[in-house]
């Protein structure tokens, strides 16, 4: 394999975290792999002060990392896969999905909700996280906050905000799970957390049939059946980042298939639906309860 196989991924600390782990789980496998990063800047990195759903929706994160892929710069695209578009653009495969990491999303800033001081500010720029948590507490307030990791957790500190949400799986994977007194919140109770949050995802041209046969080596199965009927619910109601809406699909212990969803509407009253059964009716399932 004298080739390099060259990964395109944003430049942020967390998306060079995936980059580096995608590629260290590549030479596993393949020892004698050449692998070379590719950072890129994205749309969603350049401009840190407009709100994510101001910025024409859900893909301002990866649009740049596909075009590096499509363009022949890079051979493989790394994602968060909340992230991307339900859509993979034309000419492009979603190849493989790493195995999920915690799913959950996480208060910073207080122990639980019910902590959180009387008309406490939270910053997140998610109408999904500000929607459920309305629902808990109607009394909190809420602010945009951008900004990578590391950026938000010290607006917390500093006091700018009172609290604020982040995913449990993007706090592990930089060490800062313990520094952050990161409060997992309950999917079904609490805050359902974005379809594909804590998942990476690998896509790659479709004609590049060299980077799908590695890719494939590294699809989790069970992590693709539950990331793929979630953007399925989430393309059914063609939604992207603006819409407040959450999605989980899980296999219990038992081997079952569940799912859970909330959408919040106009008056910010939320629908929950919850299911289980076959992974191939799941979606449809769930669709028929939300429109």
Known sequence: MSAALRLATRAS???MWQA???AARLRSRFPGLSIVLVPVISTGDRDRSTPLYGMGGIGVFAKEVHEAVLSGQADVGVHSCKDLPTATPDGLTLAALLPRADARDALIGATTVAALPPQALIGTSSPRRQAQLAALRPDLRFAPIRGNVATRLRKVADGEFTATLMAMAGLHRLGLLRASSAAPLDPRLECTPSPGQGAVALDCRITDLRAQ???ATLNHAPTATAITIERQVLAGL???CSLPFGCHVHRDA?????LIARLADAQNELRTVVLHGNSASLAARALAQLR
């Open 20 to 22: 580096r782990h995608t």
């Open 13 to 15: 600390p967390l998306a």
């Open 254 to 258: 038992d081997g079952h298939w569940q």
């Open 213 to 215: 046969r590695l890719l």
């Open 238 to 240: 063609r939604g992207g």
